[in-house]
């Protein structure tokens, strides 16, 4: 609430700092090995990531950032609608549900019931985003891991 950090907040902020790099490239590196690996899955509508090279914005991706460095957010859409996006989140086992995405661990947020609940299924359509689509914040996990949790779900649907 000031221009001062308090002295724990200082030591935190510094130590996290050390590795910072590490960990946004394992985020990063891990969040499109998930989009790939969710590209194929008959359940699956449509996956986007900037790093995938069948995105709309991967050339500006490319031009924007750092070699693979393309974010941590995999947004999957499942067939179904919008009751098969609550239910990908709901069967995760290893990812947990969460409205802040971002951290060491990985959190998955359904669209229409989070970010953007204020939409009905037309104004998503209008802007894109599926009634179904969740965001998945790849997190620090082992990526085989997650990609298990995910097909697990996507499964069950």
């Known amino acids: 609430l000031g221009g001062s950090l308090s002295p724990d907040d200082a030591f935190l902020l510094h130590r996290g700092l050390a590795t910072l790099p590490l960990r946004v490239a394992r985020h990063c590196a891990s969040a499109l090995t998930v989009a790939t690996a969710l590209l194929e899955h008959a359940a699956v509508e449509r996956v986007d990531h900037p790093g995938l090279t069948g ?7 490319v031009k924007l950032f750092d070699e693979g460095r393309y974010g941590g957010v995999v947004t999957v859409t499942p067939r179904g609608g919008r009751q098969a996006g609550i239910d990908l989140c709901d069967r995760l086992q290893v990812i947990r549900v969460a409205t802040s995405l971002g ?55």
Do not use: F, M, N, Y
């Open 103 to 157: 951290g060491t661990h990985s959190k998955v947020s359904h669209v229409a019931s989070t970010t953007h609940r204020q939409l009905d299924d037309d104004a998503l359509a209008a802007a894109g985003i599926g009634a179904a689509a969740v965001r998945i914040s790849v997190g620090l996990e082992d990526p085989e891991d997650l990609i298990a949790d995910i097909v697990q779900a996507l499964d069950s649907l």
């Open 55 to 61: 995105h709309r914005d991967h050339g500006l991706a």
